[in-house]
């Protein structure tokens, strides 16, 4: 439990930088290109044995390294996108709520994967959690011609997340670093291939603030995904995927709200507080099923 806590409280360091990208005009893209160079050079110092290219490329999960590296970047400017057309709210909300799809993958691809009523009782109590401490009253419309722009967020991001945990099968403890190396390579090709075409259609110029902010933000984002891949390898956790994923999600939501009240001074509404109370108990419930 104390890796998926260390993951939570990086994640909302990292909800503090999205705010101080916002307030700096950084460019979320080279920031976060940024970012994954500087989580791969931190993979390959970690790295404590000879590298063995021939090992790597045979290995059970260089696939899912090289998938989830694209998604992760690939996801992250379609979440952008999908922010400008349909709102931060809207985006925010579908793509924590988008943990209901491994979910419901785990219990239908692993026949050991730990199910019962009180654990799909804790889900529901999360999904409305989430729903109404991240909404307000008249929060939650959009256009639907964007309805493809939700859909591929809601399940681009539960792709990311049945890779990522199925990837926990494959990993020897000694490949972890090995593992996230090509991760993060993945990523950072993918986002020079972004970037490149920018650079040539849209005319973006590289700014040194995007960069210098994307090597403080590679930091926390690198461990961040370090912790949250060693609690799902964690003994408590095994077999029980249907639980670790909606308490990550129930417990960033309710995390990055007090963040929001403590610091930015952000008012919540008596739906949020209700909304709040429900994920605290939707925690409780599956935490009950996790000891």
Not at 26 to 52: G, K, M, P, R, W
Not at 138 to 148: A, H, L
Not at 266 to 272: P, V
Request: glycine share 4%; net charge positive.
């Amino acid at each position: 439990m104390i890796y998926l806590a260390i993951s939570i409280f990086l994640f909302n360091i990292l909800v503090v930088f999205f705010k101080l990208f916002e307030k700096y005009n950084i460019n979320n893209l080279q920031a976060l290109l940024t970012n994954y160079i500087v989580s791969t050079l931190l993979a390959f110092y970690f790295i404590e044995d000879t590298i063995n290219i021939k090992n790597i490329i045979e290995s059970e999960w260089i696939y899912h390294s090289i998938f989830i590296g694209i998604l992760f970047i690939s996801i992250f400017n379609i979440y952008a996108f999908c922010v400008q057309k349909v709102g931060i709210t809207i985006t925010s909300v579908i793509n924590k709520m988008s943990f209901i799809v491994p979910v419901i993958a785990s219990i239908i691809l692993y026949k050991d994967e730990s199910f019962s009523l009180s654990i799909l009782i804790g889900i529901v109590l999360a999904l409305i959690g989430i729903y109404f401490s991240s909404t307000n009253n008249s929060s939650f419309k959009f256009n639907n011609k964007y309805i493809w722009l939700i859909a591929i967020i809601f399940f681009g991001q539960g792709l990311v997340d049945i890779i990522l945990n199925d990837s926990k099968f494959h990993i020897n403890e000694n490949e972890t670093m090995l593992f996230f190396l090509m991760l993060f390579i993945s990523a950072s090709i993918t986002g020079l291939i972004i970037l490149s075409f920018q650079y040539k259609f849209r005319k973006v110029s590289i700014k040194l603030k995007n960069l210098i902010w994307g090597i403080i933000f590679g930091i926390p984002n690198f461990y961040s995904i370090l912790y949250f891949l060693k609690a799902l390898q964690s003994t408590e956790f095994i077999n029980k995927s249907s639980l670790i994923l909606p308490l990550n999600s129930v417990g960033v939501v309710v995390s990055t709200t007090l963040v929001g009240v403590i610091i930015y001074k952000e008012i919540l509404t008596r739906r949020n507080v209700v909304g709040i109370l429900i994920s605290i108990l939707s925690i409780l419930v599956i935490y009950y099923n996790v000891i």
